[in-house]
């Protein structure tokens, strides 16, 4: 009796030390990609809607940064991210220092803020933080933390934060790879970094030394800054995990710096917004940042991860919406409407990087043939109907092509504009975009063929205007 009663102790202890990692809020997805049906482990923690995080300005105006386009900007309020409007990118680079301290004046002006209020303007992250893209990356980190006693909150928080879906990202202070570790860090855990290896850029084994630095390096300062201070924690507590989180991004010593010109008494959402407002040593904007994104990102991830409800996950938006296309619901018009709306969806699935281009023109390919199906049905003329090859317009290829050109899938924009060409060869425009991608790609000997092509095409139809006046 005694030995069961021990061995029920055991496996109770056992299950309390897992919720200590935070075990408790892994969930479990049937993940459906292009191509393929996977399971796969995810983060979902309820703390985060029911203690408000996901309601503050800061996060809520991070959540659209991340989703807007690099072309735009957000005027915002720089101390509490109050958003004041939105402008074009190349409108605002346009102008002059002095037009835009102006603007930034007339803007605390007209928001009845003081004078002198930093002003912020904000462009769009969505090219950068690809977050669909990063959730098989997160099931594996989830399993190399949990092997390593870490708590997998922070594999997922640090992969959706600091190089979503690019194993192969070197920042301007030199850390590389998924978990941005920095040469020695990686090299004092055993990685190998050298001129012809870097083992920073492989999943598995940088997440392995990141659990072990954040266990070591991270987690166990920020508990004795707050033994210290008397403060009580649980390590499951959000804010604890934000902390955790600015320890691994700007140092424990930057963090400690901050508590203690703080001199908080508690945790919490309270102590986040002055942190938020605190500067500290190396603890500056680009820290206090840092959690703000960490919440906007798990928002978001969350949207994806949930929002086809229940344990599915469709990556691909258009083979969604394709697999409820029914002939005999969507007849005529309507039917033509639905099969645009998949095209738009697809367009968005093969910009975000969840479909390949080739397995992208298949399906294109499908639904040009129901588009086909529909004209025949069709009595009369109605000019909405247009069956022509995809894309349909030169300037709708070009378009495409320039977003994919923003998250650097330069192969697949190249095909795009190829494509064009074919359909459009007389089209300087068209040339003259192709020279622009190579040139973006690095390569210069087809960027130049291809503009000097564009360039005899203006002068061919130069001559031929003259010919004709």
């Known amino acids: 009796m005694n030995r069961i009663l021990s061995i029920l102790f055991i496996l109770f202890a056992s299950k309390g030390a897992f919720a200590v990692t935070g075990d408790e809020h892994v969930v479990e997805k049937v993940v459906i990609t292009w191509h393929d049906t996977l399971r796969l482990n995810f983060v979902s923690d309820p703390v985060l809607y029911s203690e408000g995080w996901d309601t503050l300005p800061q ?27 939105r402008v074009s990118r190349n409108a605002w680079m346009d102008q002059s220092e002095e037009a835009k301290s102006r603007y930034k004046d007339s803007v605390c002006s007209a928001s009845c803020y003081n004078p002198g209020t930093s002003i912020f303007v904000t462009s769009g992250k969505a090219e950068f933080y690809e977050l669909k893209k990063v959730l098989p990356d ?15 909150f922070y594999a997922q928080a640090i992969l959706l934060i600091e190089s979503p879906g690019k194993n192969k990202s070197k920042s301007y202070v030199g850390a590389n790879g998924p978990f941005q570790l920095m040469r020695s860090v990686a090299k004092k855990y ?14 598995e084994k940088s997440a392995k030394v990141a659990a072990k630095l954040l266990n070591a390096g991270c987690v166990a300062y920020v508990k004795q800054y707050l033994d210290e201070r008397s403060i009580s924690y649980r390590e499951t507590d959000l804010w604890f995990r934000l902390l ?29 917004r002055q ?28 949207e994806i991860i949930n929002r ?43 910009v975000d990087g969840t479909i390949p281009f080739d397995p992208f023109m298949k ?19 109605d000019e909405r109907i247009s069956i022509n090859q995809f894309p349909a317009s030169e300037e709708h290829v070009d378009s495409l092509a320039m977003s994919l050109l923003k998250h650097q899938r330069f192969e697949e924009a190249i095909k795009l504009l190829k494509l ?50």
């Open 363 to 381: 399906r294109v390919g499908v639904i040009r043939k129901e588009l086909l199906h529909i004209a025949t049905k069709i009595s009369g003329v």
């Open 308 to 350: 086809d409800g229940g344990d599915t996950v469709y990556l691909v938006r258009g083979d969604k919406m394709m697999k409820h296309f029914n002939r005999k619901i969507y007849r005529s018009v309507n039917g033509y409407d639905y099969l645009n709306t998949c095209l738009v969806a697809y367009e968005a699935d093969l």
């Open 275 to 302: 942190i938020w407002q605190t500067e500290c040593g190396l603890f500056k904007n680009e820290s206090q940042n840092y959690s703000q994104i960490a919440l906007a990102s798990l928002v978001s991830f969350d």
């Open 59 to 85: 996060a809520l105006f991070w959540k659209d940064v991340i989703c807007m386009s690099s072309d735009s900007c957000i005027v915002n309020v720089a101390h509490c991210r109050q958003p004041i409007e």
């Open 420 to 469: 064009n060409i074919d359909m459009h060869p007389s089209s300087i425009a068209a040339y003259d975009s192709l020279a622009r991608a190579y040139s973006a790609s690095g390569n210069k000997q087809l960027a130049l063929i291809y503009s000097n092509r564009s360039v005899a095409l203006g002068r061919n139809q130069e001559s031929r205007n003259r010919i004709q006046e």
């Open 244 to 272: 955790v989180l600015h320890a691994y991004h700007a140092g424990a010593g930057s963090v400690r710096c901050v508590i203690n010109q703080l001199n908080p008494d508690k945790g919490g959402v309270d102590l986040f």
């Open 138 to 152: 997160i099931s594996k980190a989830i399993k190399v933390f949990r092997q390593n006693n870490c708590d997998p």
């Open 190 to 203: 055993g990685l190998r970094v050298t001129k012809n290896r870097d083992d920073r850029t492989d999943l």
